[in-house]
């Protein structure tokens, strides 16, 4: 897998390669495997029973839509990897999942969090692929789209109560805000890839998803009495494969069982 | 052995098959089979999921292909179908009946915050979370008897 080709001026324009619609589906299919699995985590550890169902029922909706999404990217690629090959063995720079989806859980605030920066843009992103001239990005869209709407539901619902809450809980959920929102601009803002998929009628175009997420979100945290954080950038991009160092730690987690054990079934 | 070209005795074994959490209600009216088609001398059955991570998907993809070599129906395919998306509006309305005396509450999307208790049929219920015991359902208390229950949500 080459980091530079889709992204090469020559690549722009026309039909993208089948290696450039690769990368672009693994885009989103790593990034709700990883958010995924992150909420996995929660599991035995959340603080009342219902949040703990919450969010396991959050994490098997995102890594159904993630099988869907690893096994179209795996027919892309036309190298006969299927959607376990692809999840379980690359290592951390082949994986193109948002930065954002490989930070650590922290408390249940910091998690309400990042979901809720995800979900927001997940939900735009989804409601906007229904319509891609790839019609089975748009089918699995059009499907993932119903769910990822509870999922927000649930996120945001929180987000107000935790931040419109107790001295104690809009703490929380503020320092969360300000340690995530550096992460953000990569889920909006296009590189080249995300441009010519866009030229291609295949996504929407992230500058105009951009307004609708700011929208929603600063609605959101508006009602939750929380300060949107100053604009900040984060340098290393993960859907280009430079990830944060925790990503590592997820898929030794993630991986250990099929590649100790592989071919291995239940 | 039958030649496999007919959907009508593969639709009638598909009624018997039944949804591995809830155990009343068949797959064809849970709504998830969408067509049982000939096609070159085998049969094509498409299954929808109802939601992308639902364990049981697999579980019923295996129920129906025992059930229908069981029943001798030959050839059959079976495929995943992902559009149009399933949504709760798929459930036969025997299916919602069935539902319901099973204790889980049905609303329709048309009006989905209209619950009615499947123990005592008050409408005071509420929600506790809207993620319940299965992806397809939220969990919900009546008012009035106090008891728990699950609803199929409206997707």
């Known amino acids: 897998m080459t980091a530079s080709a889709p992204d090469s001026p020559a690549a722009r324009g026309g039909s993208p390669s089948a290696e450039a619609r690769f990368r672009y589906v693994l885009?989103?299919?790593?990034?709700?495997?990883?958010?995924?699995?992150?909420?996995?985590?929660?599991?035995?550890?959340?603080?009342?029973?219902?949040?703990?169902?919450?969010?396991?029922?959050?994490?098997?909706?995102?890594?159904?839509?993630?099988?869907?999404?690893?096994?179209?990217?795996?027919?892309?690629?036309?190298?006969?990897?299927?959607?376990?090959?692809?999840?379980?063995?690359?290592?951390?720079?082949?994986?193109?999942?948002?930065?954002?989806?490989?930070?650590?859980?922290?408390?249940?605030?910091?998690?309400?969090?990042?979901?809720?920066?995800?979900?927001?843009?997940?939900?735009?992103?989804?409601?906007?692929?229904?319509?891609?001239?790839?019609?089975?990005?748009?089918?699995?869209?059009?499907?993932?789209?119903?769910?990822?709407?509870?999922?927000?539901?649930?996120?945001?619902?929180?987000?107000?109560?935790?931040?419109?809450?107790?001295?104690?809980?809009?703490?929380?959920?503020?320092q969360a805000l300000d340690a995530l929102w550096r992460f953000t601009d990569e889920l909006l803002a296009p590189d080249g890839l995300d441009e010519q998929m866009a030229a291609a009628g295949i996504a929407p175009s992230l500058s105009a998803l951009r307004g609708r997420w700011e929208a929603r979100v600063g609605a959101a945290l508006a009602q939750a009495t929380l300060q949107r954080p100053a604009a900040a950038r984060y340098p290393w991009h993960g859907k280009r494969g430079v990830h944060t160092e925790h990503l590592g730690h997820l898929l030794a987690e993630m991986q250990h069982l099929p590649r100790a054990l592989p071919g291995a079934k239940w | 052995m039958v030649t496999g070209t007919t959907p009508e005795p593969v639709w009638q074994v598909l009624r018997s098959v039944m949804d591995p959490e809830i155990p009343v209600l068949s797959v064809v009216e849970l709504g998830i089979v969408r067509y049982v088609r000939p096609a070159q001398g085998h049969l094509r059955v498409g299954i929808t999921p109802t939601y992308c991570g639902c364990p049981a998907t697999e579980v019923i993809q295996r129920s129906i292909r025992a059930a229908l070599a069981q029943h001798d129906m030959g050839d059959v395919i079976v495929?995943?179908?992902?559009?149009?998306?399933?949504?709760?509006?798929?459930?036969?309305?025997?299916?919602?009946?069935?539902?319901?005396?099973?204790?889980?509450?049905?609303?329709?999307?048309?009006?989905?915050?209209?619950?009615?208790?499947?123990?005592?049929?008050?409408?005071?219920?509420?929600?506790?979370s809207e993620f319940g015991s299965t992806p397809c359902k939220a969990h919900y208390r009546c008012g009035e008897c106090l008891e728990p229950f699950d609803v199929f949500k409206c997707i």
């Open chain 2, 79 to 128: 495929e995943t179908v992902l559009s149009p998306p399933w949504s709760s509006e798929w459930l036969s309305e025997e299916g919602r009946r069935k539902l319901q005396a099973f204790g889980i509450a049905v609303p329709t999307a048309r009006a989905p915050s209209q619950v009615t208790c499947p123990r005592c049929a008050s409408h005071r219920a509420e929600c506790v």
């Open chain 1, 27 to 174: 885009r989103l299919a790593d990034t709700s495997l990883i958010l995924g699995q992150r909420l996995g985590e929660w599991v035995g550890h959340a603080p009342a029973l219902e949040e703990e169902l919450a969010l396991a029922n959050i994490a098997l909706d995102l890594i159904g839509q993630a099988r869907l999404l690893l096994g179209y990217a795996g027919e892309v690629e036309g190298r006969g990897r299927d959607e376990d090959a692809l999840a379980f063995l690359r290592d951390a720079p082949q994986f193109c999942n948002a930065s954002l989806a490989e930070q650590p859980n922290g408390d249940f605030g910091h998690t309400i969090v990042r979901q809720f920066l995800l979900d927001a843009w997940q939900l735009e992103l989804y409601e906007a692929l229904s319509g891609s001239a790839d019609a089975r990005l748009a089918e699995i869209a059009a499907k993932a789209v119903k769910e990822t709407r509870y999922h927000w539901r649930f996120s945001a619902g929180w987000l107000v109560r935790l931040g419109d809450g107790t001295a104690e809980s809009h703490a929380r959920v503020q």
